[in-house]
C-alpha cells in the first residue's frame, strides 16, 4: 500500500473553530469544578493543611506562654512537628530573645509522660481513662452539688484566660477565683498602691537610665521577662554607659551581672530604701516639690546612715558612695521586686523601694517608672465577674469555715507551692485538675482533664507590664493537639454548660474574638467612655467583623509609646488617703532568731533552671548547669565559706535543713558570694510526680515554708524570713553526690579565686 | 576563601544559658542523665565557665561561653588516627563521624576541652523524638562529637544565596547560641571579610584569644573591657 492510499483510507481528524471551542471550555469548567471541589474540601477540613513540601521548613509565630512575660517566637516546624523556638525579632516583649525556659516548651509538647486523655479515680483508686464527656459530666455534678463550697484555683497570668475562669465562677455559682501567681505580683500592686495611688505593677525603663538601683528585682534570673530585661540591660551598660547596683541578699544572677552588689541583711530592703532616702533628704540635691511628696508619704525622720548600716549590714561607706552617684547620675531609677517583696514586711518594704523614684523624679520620665497598662481584657472576658483573689485565699477556703469541697485546680500546681496543704487537700471531697502532667496536685486529683501546651492552642495574652505600653497578642495554634487534650478555656466553657450554666461563646477564641468586637462597638460609639481602645487602633476597620479579624491576622494589637502614662495617682500623692496606712520599715522591729539556736535565714529563690518549678520535667533544663552553683539535676543549698568553715561542710556534704515543720537534706554548695547567716535554695525540686525527669528529683525547699506566714496587707505568702537550723550529716554516698558542672579548664568549683583563662594579651 | 569565625562579648553575657539549651534543641545533643552526668559524661557542646574573683562582699563573677574554638592550628586534628577530624576549607574543625573509632585522642589534646564522647546511643524517648532537628544526624554510641558553627545552618545560608544567585552575605548564617542570646552578645560570619560584624568586633581592643599563648589560632575572640588576671600561683 503506498502512502498516499493509506492517506486516503484513514479518516483525517479534523478540528473546526467550533470544536475548538467546545473542547477548551469543557476543559475549563473541568479544571474550574477540581478547584472548586478542592476549595471546599480545604475550608470543610477542621485542620489546616500545610501546602509545605515533605521535609521543608515552615515557620510560624506563637507566644510563649512559660511565664506571664509574654514573648513572641517563630517556631520552625518540619512535616507539621515543631522543631525550634526562636525568638520574634520584632517580638513586642522580647524582641528576638528567648530564655532557657522558653526554649524548653518543645519538650514540654513532646513530653513522653504527657496526659493526653481525660481520667477519672475509680473503685480501685487508681487513675483510668474516660470519655471527655463522662469526665465533664462528673465535674459539673460535682459542682453542682456544691456550687458555693467549689474553688477555683487558676494559675493563667492576667489576661483574657483569667478573665474566663471568673466569668465560670460567676457563672456556677461559685466564689471567685484564686489566682495561684508569684506572690510579688500581688504585693507589687498593694506596694504600688500606697505610694502611687494605683493598684499597678509598675513598667521600667530600664534601658534609658544611666543609673538603675535593683531593690531585691531579680531581672536577669526570671522575674518578669528576662529576655527583654537582658535585652535593656545591655542598651544599659553599653559602653559603661550606665550601672546597675543590686540590693539583695543573695547573690542572684542579676546581682551577679550587676556592676555593684550589696548584700544587704534578708528582710532588711525596706530600711536600706528609707536609710537612703535620709542620705539622700539630707544632701541638699533634692528639689523642694519631690522632698514634700516623699514627706507626705512618711512624715517620720529616716533612720540615720549608722542604723541603716548596722541594720542592714552593709559598710557605712558603700551607701555613701551610692547615694552620692545617685545624686551625680541624671536619669537615675529604683526598680523593687523579688526578695524586697518576699518577706513579711514586703508590701513596706516595696513601698520604701517605690517611694525612691518619687524622690529622685523617676515617674513618668524617660528613663523611670511607669504605670503597667493595659487594654483590660481580662475584665472585658470577665464581664461583671469579681476580680480574683490572692492566693493566700487558698488556706482559707481549705482550711477555714465553710471549707472547699471541690476544687478545681487550672494550670497550677498548689501543692508543690504549698505542700503543707496535703492533708487538706486529701480532705476535699472532688479534685478536678487541669494539667498537661501528673504534677504534684494532679496526681492527688479524682478527676485529670487533658489541656493543651503553648504551641497547640488558640493564645490571648496580655503581656506582663515591662514596657508600660498595653498589648493584647494573639496566635493560632502551631500544631495540632496530642491525643484528646483541649484548650483550658474550652474545657471552662465546655464545664460551665455541663453544669447548666452555658456561657455565651462556644471556645475560648470566640470569647476573645467577642471581646473584641465589643471593644469597637464601644468605642465607636464613645472614643473617651471607660470601655474604649485607643480610636488609633481601630482607625480604618469598616466594622467590628473586620476589626476582629485584622486583630487576629495582625497578631493582636500593640499599642504605642504616647500610651505610656506616669501612675494615676502619683500627681495626688498624699492626698485622699493614698498614704494613710503606710508602713514605716524603719520602724519595725528586726526579725528575731531563735534563742540557743544557730539558726539561718532560709532564701528560697528561682534558678534560671526550672523556674519555680515548672521547668522540672524538661530533660535540658535539668541537665543545665545552674549558672552560679553550675549544679546539674537536683537541689542544693548556698552556704557560706564562714559558715562552712564553722559547721565543718563542704562543698558535696549532705546537710540538714529544720524549719519548724519540716525538714529536708541536700549536698551543701560552699560559695564566697552567700551572705553568712543566710542560706539558699532553688524551689522546682522534689516533685512527687511530673514525670520521669522530675520525679523524686531533689527536693522542694517549699515544704519548710508555713502557709500562715503572709505578707502583711496582701494576701500572699511570705517566702523569705524562714528561719531554719543548718547541721552536716555525712559525706555524701555515690548517688547523692551532686553533679557538679565544670568540665573546666579546670573544674569550676576548684578554680582558684583571681584565675583566668586566658594570657592576659589582647589578641 | 571563607573563614567561619565567633565573636562574644563577655561584657554582654549575662550566663543565662539561653544559648545552651538553645544548641542542644538545634543539634540533636543528647541528655545522657543524672548518674552519667555525674560521671561526667554531659554533652554540652556548648557551656558557660563561671569564676569568681574576692571575697565577700567584694566579690565579682564572670562568666565565659565556651564553645569549640575551631583553631586555624587546631592540636585535636593530628592526633585522630583516622582522619576523622579534619580541617575544611572555611576553617572549620569538621568531624566525620562515621569515620570516628572513639579513641578519643582528639579530647585528650583539646586545651579547651569542648569535645563530649557519646558513651551510648542516643536515647529519646517517643515522642521527644519528634522535635530533632532533620538537618543534624543523632551521633550513635562511640563517637565524638562537638561545636560544628551550625555547620547546616552555614549550608542552609549558602543554598538560599545559591538560589537567589548571589554571594552569601554578613547576617545571613546565625548559629543557634547567636540567635538566641537576649543580649546579643554573640557575632558570627567571615573573619575574612573585613566589613563583616564579626571581623569588626574581632579588631577591638577589648578582644582576646582563649589561651592565646597556645596559639592554636582559635576561629573564636572573646571580647572584655576588664582586666583577666593570671592565675594566681
Known amino acids: 500500500m503506498s502512502d498516499s492510499d493509506r492517506q486516503r483510507r484513514e479518516p483525517r481528524v479534523t478540528i473546526g473553530r467550533r470544536d475548538f471551542f467546545k473542547v477548551y471550555a469543557a476543559a475549563g469548567v473541568a479544571v474550574l469544578q477540581g478547584c472548586r471541589r478542592r476549595d471546599e474540601e480545604l475550608i470543610a477540613s477542621p485542620v489546616r493543611r500545610s501546602t509545605a513540601l515533605p521535609g521543608a521548613s515552615v515557620w510560624r509565630r506563637s507566644i510563649c506562654e512559660q511565664c506571664g512575660a509574654g514573648c513572641e517566637v517563630e517556631v520552625r516546624t518540619v512535616d507539621r512537628l515543631a522543631k525550634k523556638i526562636e525568638g520574634l525579632p520584632e517580638g513586642f516583649v522580647n524582641r528576638g530573645g528567648v530564655c532557657a525556659l522558653g526554649h524548653s516548651a518543645l519538650q514540654e509538647l513532646y513530653h513522653p509522660d504527657r496526659v493526653t486523655e481525660p481520667m477519672r479515680r475509680g473503685a480501685s483508686g487508681e487513675l483510668e481513662p474516660v470519655s471527655w464527656e463522662e469526665a465533664l459530666e462528673a465535674a459539673a455534678t460535682a459542682i453542682g452539688a456544691a456550687p458555693d463550697a467549689t474553688t477555683v484555683v487558676a494559675g493563667a497570668p492576667s489576661g483574657p484566660l483569667l478573665g474566663l475562669w471568673r466569668r465560670f465562677a460567676t457563672a456556677v455559682g461559685a466564689p471567685p477565683p484564686v489566682h495561684w501567681q508569684q506572690a510579688d505580683a500581688v504585693v507589687e500592686r498593694e506596694a504600688a498602691r500606697a505610694v502611687f495611688g494605683e493598684s499597678t505593677r509598675p513598667a521600667y525603663d530600664l534601658a534609658r537610665a544611666d543609673y538603675v538601683l535593683s531593690i531585691g528585682a531579680p531581672f536577669l534570673d526570671g522575674w518578669r521577662s528576662p529576655a527583654h530585661f537582658a535585652g535593656s540591660w545591655a542598651e544599659l551598660t553599653a559602653d559603661r554607659r550606665g550601672k546597675l547596683v543590686q540590693i539583695e541578699a543573695r547573690h542572684s544572677l542579676t546581682a551577679a551581672n550587676a556592676d555593684d552588689w550589696l548584700p544587704v541583711r534578708p528582710g532588711s530592703e525596706g530600711f536600706f530604701a528609707r536609710g537612703l532616702a535620709g542620705l539622700l533628704l539630707g544632701s541638699g540635691t533634692v528639689g523642694e516639690e519631690e522632698r514634700a511628696a516623699y514627706e507626705r508619704l512618711y512624715p517620720e525622720a529616716p533612720p540615720d546612715l549608722a542604723a541603716t548600716a548596722e541594720r542592714c549590714g552593709i559598710d557605712q561607706t558603700r551607701i555613701e558612695r551610692l547615694g552620692a552617684e545617685l545624686q551625680r547620675s541624671r536619669r537615675p531609677l529604683v526598680m523593687v521586686g523579688g526578695s524586697a517583696f518576699d518577706g513579711e514586711n514586703g508590701v513596706a518594704a516595696g513601698a520604701a523601694g517605690l517611694a525612691l523614684n518619687r524622690l529622685l523624679g523617676a515617674i513618668g520620665r524617660e528613663g523611670g517608672v511607669f504605670a503597667g497598662v493595659d487594654f483590660g481584657f481580662e475584665d472585658r472576658v470577665a464581664g461583671d465577674a469579681e476580680p480574683a483573689m490572692p492566693p493566700a485565699t487558698l488556706a482559707d477556703r481549705l482550711i477555714g469555715a465553710g471549707r472547699a469541697s471541690v476544687l478545681v485546680v487550672a494550670e497550677a500546681d498548689p501543692l508543690h507551692g504549698m505542700p503543707e496543704f496535703k492533708a487538706a487537700f486529701e480532705g476535699a471531697a472532688t479534685v478536678v485538675a487541669l494539667s498537661a502532667f501528673f504534677d504534684d496536685t494532679t496526681s492527688r486529683a479524682d478527676l485529670v482533664l487533658p489541656i493543651q501546651t503553648d504551641l497547640e492552642r488558640f493564645q490571648a495574652v496580655e503581656p506582663d507590664p515591662v514596657r508600660g505600653i498595653p498589648a493584647l497578642l494573639v496566635a493560632s495554634p502551631t500544631v495540632a493537639p496530642r491525643g484528646e487534650a483541649r484548650h483550658p478555656g474550652d474545657v471552662a466553657l465546655a464545664l460551665a454548660a455541663a453544669a447548666g450554666s452555658a456561657l455565651p461563646w462556644p471556645g475560648f477564641q470566640e470569647a476573645v474574638e467577642a471581646s473584641l468586637s465589643d471593644a469597637y462597638t464601644a468605642t465607636r460609639a464613645d472614643a473617651e467612655g471607660a470601655d474604649a481602645l485607643p480610636a488609633s487602633l481601630i482607625a480604618g476597620a469598616l466594622n467590628a467583623r473586620q476589626f476582629v479579624r485584622r486583630t487576629t491576622d495582625a497578631g493582636g494589637l500593640v499599642g504605642t509609646a504616647e500610651m505610656r502614662r506616669a501612675p494615676a495617682g502619683s500627681a495626688q500623692v498624699g492626698e485622699g488617703g493614698t498614704a494613710a496606712g503606710l508602713p514605716d520599715p524603719a520602724a519595725m522591729p528586726a526579725p528575731a532568731a531563735p534563742e540557743g539556736v544557730e539558726s539561718f535565714t532560709l532564701i528560697p529563690f528561682e534558678s534560671v533552671k526550672l523556674g519555680d518549678g515548672r521547668g522540672a520535667n524538661r530533660p535540658w533544663l535539668q541537665e543545665l548547669p545552674d549558672p552560679l552553683s553550675t549544679v546539674m539535676w537536683g537541689s542544693w543549698a548556698e552556704v557560706a565559706t564562714e559558715d562552712a568553715d564553722r559547721l565543718g561542710v563542704r562543698t558535696g556534704d549532705i546537710v540538714r535543713l529544720t524549719g519548724t515543720a519540716a525538714e529536708i537534706e541536700l549536698p551543701a554548695i560552699v560559695l564566697p558570694t552567700v551572705r553568712p547567716g543566710s542560706v539558699g535554695v532553688p524551689v522546682g525540686g522534689g516533685h512527687a510526680d511530673y514525670g520521669r525527669y522530675a520525679r523524686g528529683r531533689g527536693v522542694n525547699v517549699n515544704s519548710l515554708l508555713d502557709p500562715d506566714r503572709r505578707v502583711a496587707g496582701a494576701g500572699a505568702y511570705a517566702r523569705s524570713g524562714v528561719r531554719v537550723r543548718v547541721e552536716r550529716l555525712r559525706r555524701p554516698r555515690r548517688a547523692e553526690r551532686p553533679v557538679i558542672y565544670g568540665r573546666g579548664l579546670r573544674q569550676a568549683e576548684e578554680i582558684p579565686v583571681g584565675w583566668a583563662p586566658h594570657g592576659g594579651e589582647k589578641a | ?233
Open chain 2, 1 to 233: 576563601m571563607t573563614r567561619w569565625g565567633m565573636a562574644i562579648d563577655l561584657d554582654r553575657c549575662t550566663g543565662c544559658e539561653a544559648c545552651v539549651v538553645a544548641c542542644a534543641a538545634e543539634n540533636n545533643i543528647q541528655t545522657v542523665g543524672e548518674e552519667q552526668a555525674r560521671e561526667g559524661r554531659a554533652m554540652h557542646w556548648l557551656r558557660i565557665e563561671r569564676y569568681y574573683e574576692g571575697e565577700f562582699p567584694n566579690v565579682r563573677t564572670r562568666f565565659m561561653p565556651v564553645l569549640c574554638q575551631q583553631c586555624g592550628a587546631a592540636p585535636c586534628e593530628p592526633v585522630c588516627p583516622v582522619y576523622a577530624t579534619y580541617h575544611n576549607p572555611e576553617g572549620l574543625n569538621a568531624m566525620v563521624y562515621s569515620r570516628c573509632i572513639g579513641t578519643r585522642f582528639c579530647a585528650n589534646n583539646c586545651p579547651y576541652t569542648v569535645r563530649v564522647f557519646n558513651w551510648f546511643d542516643a536515647e529519646f524517648p517517643a515522642p521527644l523524638d519528634s522535635q530533632l532537628n532533620p538537618d543534624v544526624s543523632v551521633r550513635p554510641g562511640g563517637v565524638m562529637e562537638k561545636c560544628t558553627f551550625c555547620v547546616q545552618r552555614i549550608q542552609g545560608g549558602k543554598d538560599e544565596a545559591a538560589q537567589e544567585e548571589r554571594e552569601v552575605a554578613d547576617g545571613d548564617v546565625k548559629t543557634a547560641c547567636q540567635q538566641s542570646c537576649p543580649t546579643k552578645a554573640i557575632a558570627f560570619g567571615d573573619l575574612e571579610d573585613p566589613d563583616s560584624e564579626v571581623s569588626r568586633w574581632a579588631e577591638s581592643p577589648r578582644a582576646f584569644s582563649l589561651l592565646g599563648d597556645l596559639d592554636t589560632r582559635p576561629g573564636v575572640v572573646y571580647l572584655s573591657g576588664s582586666e583577666w588576671r593570671e592565675p594566681a600561683e
